[in-house]
């Protein structure tokens, strides 16, 4: 009779709970059109449910009941997007519509929190990263704490540049809308960098690959970042003070014209910058006057359903004024301690002022069946750059007393070297670069009726000429006097040790092409798989090169229960035609032969979206990607600070291995951290040099088969921690630590065979910022009379900058003696410094 009760009890209380079921429903449409998405896949990676939208848009979706969930919505030739949905009882049904755009479209995804992943590429929004503790400015700067396999280089918190895997940072792609974004060339130093192209305060969000990206993209050896500004609907503004400077923004849309798809649309921003209080930690003291202004538009006009125009502008302006007065510098070890101490006359007067702007008319004439998108693009970017300083330091290089127990620690027991250093410039440098672009896009898709299949084609094309006009004339010398004779000693006449004049002017035209199928497959239940394999050729009629670089990636992703796994691997052929500076060799004398620098690579990728425990409701993401890079045909190089110093002919081969790997998600809920390890080795050889190195305890010097690049960094460690105190997410606090084993250099002038045979120290940094949230809209019923309730938010942080207060080096001065020897004294990058920063929005 018990048993019978029992299963009886089951029957009555259990079934009812299996046949408990619980949906989402809705209809996915067309965000420009608003119609309706048919065949768009949505899928639930913790159950395994598909379901697909119909002939009107609509599905129906079972969920998982009383556990939050990942929705994703894709279809090719839109965007694919992915949102974090809150746990469900049983027997209930919720209606999420959902809001798709095309692909290039430039048009905001309305599920706010996406992550997406198209092409291998990380896609990233940039709210969360308003608050970093950053020292430039600059939005690059966060790069290497949210993409994979950057690292800031020599330059340290003075510098936006990056390198990424072995490359430096002339072999980066930065698109903003379409359009390419150049730089100023002369910049020798991070105390002379501006305000970078982008404005994170107009970005919508970010899409960035480390290698291996897609035919669609330019010509370049290692990364692509690829920016999209908001296309705002509302009117928004925002105001930022520190320190450091300060910005502004302000943004908004309303309709212009009789048809409700005639909207006009703006994003207005404004940046200065001032680095004096932060240089003013520096060794060498002096006035420092930096003043870095940016001011930038970009508007669209939405003529039909069909038609939009869009224009952007940017005005930008760095002058950099310096008086030095003095410097001392001590290094060396516990037995040997040096100090340098120099007394400057003269100054350095910098100006660099680019201007870009561009026009773009995009046509999507039909979204609902073979939807295709075409798009026509013309900018220009104009740069004139003056570097100008007449600098005489008077040195003195002394032996310091370095033990403990003598009564004369710390004080001069030797003088190693006096002289002068008497550096001297006056280059100009003014350029131009115009192009014209189409570029378009077709997608087939097919679905098998009496089957969970879909399948489908996107075909993208593009074709781009351009034209670049280069005015460069440099004049430099630096003169070395030690115990008053002039460097290089001869008896016979005086030399200076180093000159260099040259005057240089060339007019060139680049034209380009290329074309890429992106096949995808999927069936209901079991996989998506993503193949991409495209074609770019160029030529250039300036070295009458003319190349083919293929390209391919596949993306795998197995629908298997529990797990949201994929996997990739990609490569090609890519091809870095030269620009100007490749083409001009450390004599001023500009080689129009350099043919474009190669590699061979190949990206193995593994992405794994997983929940860790109880620690938030939204997935953590974790990527690792391996890659190998053949290089040839390399243009050799040396660094110097920032500067990139080129050889001016095809005179290297190399190679770059490495691991890349990032954690991302929220330790804390509601504030997302990322965690990024990267190791690599970059590796070289200068065609016919037998490259040399010594070992401790041997007397002979041991042949090699290659040396270090100038960026080979073992590790690097970025970690972007955010927390808030317990039940009070308005304080915050943001913790920024970068940590890099040192870069290699060699002796100034000889550094052929023995190459790069020196590291700088490695380089560690703490930055941390702690934030309050004085004011949030949502409180105005509670305080109506607040002071601050003109604005929807306000941020008070207070940012520490190199909370340890370590030294880390940029670059070195060399000394150099009458009897030829040679010492490098570091030059030190920023001390510790506390900034106030004060953000509104409106």
Aim: hydrophobic share 35%; charged share 20%; aromatic share 12%.
């Amino acid at each position: 009779m018990i048993r019978l009760i029992f299963t009886c009890s089951l029957i009555l209380f259990g079934i009812p709970a299996l046949l408990a079921q619980s949906f989402i429903s809705g209809r996915v449409t067309d965000a420009l059109s608003e119609d309706a998405i048919e065949l768009a896949t949505l899928f639930i990676p913790e159950s395994n449910a598909v379901a697909q939208t119909d002939n009107k848009g609509n599905y129906r979706i079972q969920v998982p009941i009383g556990e939050a969930f990942s929705l994703r919505i894709s279809r090719v030739g839109y965007r694919e997007i992915t949102t974090d949905v809150r746990a469900m009882p049983g027997n209930a049904e919720r209606t999420l519509n959902i809001a798709m755009i095309p692909v290039d479209a430039g048009v905001e995804v309305i599920v706010t929190d996406s992550r997406l992943e198209e092409g291998g590429m990380i896609v990233e929004g940039v709210e969360e990263l308003k608050l970093l503790p950053t020292t430039t400015g600059n939005f690059e700067s966060v790069l290497p704490h949210i993409a994979l396999g950057a690292s800031s280089g020599t330059g340290g918190e003075l510098s936006s540049q990056y390198n990424v895997r072995g490359g430096n940072y002339d072999e980066n792609l930065v698109y903003v809308n379409d359009f390419e974004i150049y730089r100023p060339q002369l910049i020798r130093a991070g105390q002379q960098e501006g305000l970078t192209f982008p404005n994170i305060d107009l970005i919508r969000d970010l899409s960035f690959s480390s290698g291996g990206f897609e035919a669609k993209y330019g010509d370049k050896l290692s990364s692509v970042l690829d920016i999209k500004y908001k296309r705002p609907d509302s009117l928004a503004a925002s105001v930022g003070l520190s320190a450091l400077g300060g910005s502004a923004h302000l943004e908004g849309s309303f309709q212009a014209g009789k048809s409700r798809y005639q909207r006009f649309r703006y994003l207005i921003g404004a940046r200065y910058k001032t680095t004096k209080y932060l240089l003013g930690s520096l060794d060498v003291s002096g006035e420092y006057t930096p003043n870095f202004t940016d001011v930038q538009a970009y508007v669209t006009y939405d003529l039909s359903r069909e038609w939009q125009i869009g224009l952007i502008g940017n005005f930008n302006r760095s002058v950099y004024q310096f008086i030095p007065q003095s410097r001392t510098t001590a290094l060396g070890l516990i037995n040997f301690a040096l100090q340098l101490y120099t007394v400057y006359e003269g100054q350095e007067i910098d100006d660099f002022t680019t201007a870009m702007g561009g026009v773009s008319l995009t046509y999507l004439p039909d979204r609902d069946h073979n939807p295709i998108f075409l798009k026509f693009l013309a900018s220009t970017f104009q740069s004139r750059e003056n570097e100008r300083f007449d600098i005489l330091g008077y040195y003195s290089l002394r032996q310091i007393e370095s033990d403990l127990g003598s009564d004369s620690f710390g004080e001069v027991i030797a003088e190693l070297g006096t002289g002068t250093q008497h550096q001297w410039a006056r280059n100009y440098l003014t350029s131009q670069v115009t192009n014209t672009e189409h570029k378009g896009g077709i997608e087939w898709q097919r679905a098998v009726q009496g089957e969970t299949k879909t399948s489908s084609h996107f075909l993208q094309w593009s074709v781009k000429f351009q034209n670049e006009q280069i005015d460069d004339h440099i004049n430099e010398w630096e003169r070395l006097d030690s115990a008053g004779y002039s460097l290089p000693y001869d008896t016979n006449f005086v030399q200076v040790f180093y000159t260099l004049k040259s005057n240089n002017t060339l007019n060139s035209n680049r034209l380009s092409a290329s074309i890429q199928d992106t096949y995808t497959w999927q069936k209901d239940s079991v996989a998506e798989w993503r193949v991409s394999a495209g074609l770019r050729a160029a030529y250039w009629d300036l070295n009458q090169e003319a190349f083919i670089s293929p390209r391919a990636q596949v993306i795998f992703q197995p629908y298997a229960k529990g797990k949201d796994i994929s996997l990739r691997l990609s490569g090609g052929l890519y091809y870095q035609p030269p620009f100007y500076r490749e083409l001009r060799g450390l004599d001023g004398f500009v080689n129009t032969n350099v043919r474009s620098q190669k590699s061979a690579h190949i990206v193995g990728g593994f992405t794994w979206d997983f929940y860790w425990g109880n620690l938030s409701p939204k997935h953590f993401r974790f990527i690792t990607e391996i890659y190998y890079k053949k290089l040839w045909d390399l243009v050799s190089y040396d660094i110097d600070n920032v500067r990139i110093r080129y050889s001016g002919d095809n005179d290297a081969t190399g190679y770059v291995m490495g691991i890349d790997m990032r954690l991302n998600g929220e330790f804390v809920p509601g504030a997302e951290s990322w965690i990024n390890l990267s190791f690599l080795r970059a590796r070289e050889q200068i065609n016919g040099v037998q490259h040399l190195k010594r070992e401790i305890g041997i007397d002979e010097a041991i042949e090699v088969d290659d040396v270090a690049r100038p960026t080979d960094q073992l590790m690097t460690l970025s970690v972007f921690f955010q927390d808030y105190l317990p039940k009070n997410e308005n304080f915050k606090m943001h913790l920024n630590l970068t940590v890099g084993t040192g870069l290699p250099y060699g002796l100034r002038g000889n550094n052929i065979v023995f190459r790069n045979t020196y590291r700088f120290s490695p380089y560690h940094r703490v930055d941390i910022g702690f934030s309050v949230l004085l004011w949030d809209a949502i409180r105005k019923k509670e305080k109506p009379k607040h002071f601050l309730r003109f604005t929807q938010k306000t941020w008070l942080s207070l940012e520490v900058f190199n909370l340890l207060k370590v030294q880390n080096e940029a670059s070195n001065t060399w000394i150099k003696t009458i009897f030829n020897q040679q010492y490098a004294i570091p030059n030190y990058l920023t001390s510790r410094r506390i900034n106030l920063r004060l953000r509104m929005e409106f």
